[in-house]
């Protein structure tokens, strides 16, 4: 699960050589379910899993190894279960303070993206020059979804302000995303010859491109601030209901519903009979 | 109506049973192994 999430191959390195380094220079922006807000890139993804599923499904159980059935039923979950969460993307908000798009590009930037030599900091230089871009599809993606009257709880919203101030605070050359390179750069058994220079160009971009895009997401969530209501509830949202039994079974590999466990001996069952008495476990020590 | 001889008749049953042969495997033959798939789906994806 690595090519459509550049900063998640390189994360793990999964491939190697060139194929690797073509990787680690890109940068694709992506909404709350992890798809590709730019639509042809999108249709793309959606098509690329709907072929392994077919490929996935041609494999008979009785054909492959115990290990090979697990990997396959394992495969098959996580692949339904992102095809079923495209149908819920509204549901996840692009910027918020736990694991918004902002704070992706930053933590992927500043701690994912390695820096062991030359090319590793030319390929951090390539992908700081789309950051604005990204973000900028994530402005749009967000105003969208504002049309819509999809808007974060207005305590999220204050959360991700107070972090993108913080991120603003500093000067450019004090910035994270400098500094983070500045520190990693200095290590370097062999310091590359063009580091200063290097160091000089990512304070540039982070001045004239990444801070002003920030300032940008400022401003939209400002303007939603006014509007927003404290109202969390995933329910409130159209499809709701839906994307919370869909991620109730994604984080639980079950198919419980959001309604207490009925079952004999579940909590819920105990505390319905605690209520009218029928339950002797629920009396309490004697 | 014209009667195939069984000498005429032999190529023609061969063709039609190496065809029937021909295409389950083929069908087989495309599934590459599940490593193989597994390993470049996970590439891919």
Known sequence: MVKRNPLQATGVQYFSGAEQSALDRQLVATDGVGLPLDPEKRGATLKLLDSILDQLAQYRAQDLTPTQRVSAASMEFLLKDARAAADYADTQFIFDQFRGMQVGLVNGLSQTHPIRNAQDIDNYLERLKQVGGIIDQGIAAAEIQEKKGLLPPKFIIQATLDGLDRFLKDAPAQNVLVVSLAARAEKLPVVPPDRDKSLALAQEIVATSVQPAFQRIKIMLTRQLAKATDDAGLWRLPKGDAAYRLRLHSNTTTDLTPRPDPRPGSKASRQDRSRDGSDPQAAGPC | ?45
Not at chain 2, 1 to 13: E, G, I, K, Q, Y
Not at chain 2, 26 to 33: D, I, Q, R, V
Not at chain 2, 35 to 40: H, L, N, P, S, T
């Open chain 2, 1 to 45: 109506m014209t009667r195939l001889s069984p000498s005429r008749l032999a190529p023609l049953v061969a063709l039609i049973l190496l065809g029937a042969a021909g295409s389950l495997p083929a069908a087989a033959a495309k599934l590459e192994p599940f490593d193989q798939f597994a390993e470049k789906a996970a590439g891919d994806w």
